[in-house]
């Protein structure tokens, strides 16, 4: 693999993880504040982003190249409101969809087609999650102080991940 792209894999392999460990700092926020549906719903993101981590470092490693884990910064962790956790985490997942862009584009300049083939499934993966997140901003904002309504929302949130993504493939 061309060294420049195995540069970019190992920068997104640490994206991932780090996606993971704001979704896992998230998971505690909720939990602590008895948002039980949220936290269930950020540690299944959390699963899912540790998914992703290792999909890509299978991919780098049967290229036949060199996986350089990085470190990981401390994720945020104090929010205002399950409004601006959301909002995060949709920032976050827009920065992820740019960065496989970024990678998309990079393989495509160099004719690597097996990368391509790899980064088009993550391209359709980032258009649900960025979805599925700005739903629930949308919502949170409609329910603006309402306690009642969060609350069915919380207990509903579970609920919406299926099988497929719950299982990060
Ligand atoms: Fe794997 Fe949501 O980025």
Redesign the pocket.
Known sequence: MDEALQQRFNDQIAL?LA?AYAYLQMAAWCEARDLTGFATWMRAQWSE?SQ?ALKFVDFVLDRGAEVELQPLAAPRSDYASPLELMEQAHAH?RE?TAAIGALYQLASQLGDYASLSLLQWFLG??IE?EASVRQIVAELRMIGDDSSALLLLDRELPGRRSPARSAGT
């Open positions: 991932e996606s982003e992703h997942e992820v993966e980032q999650e």
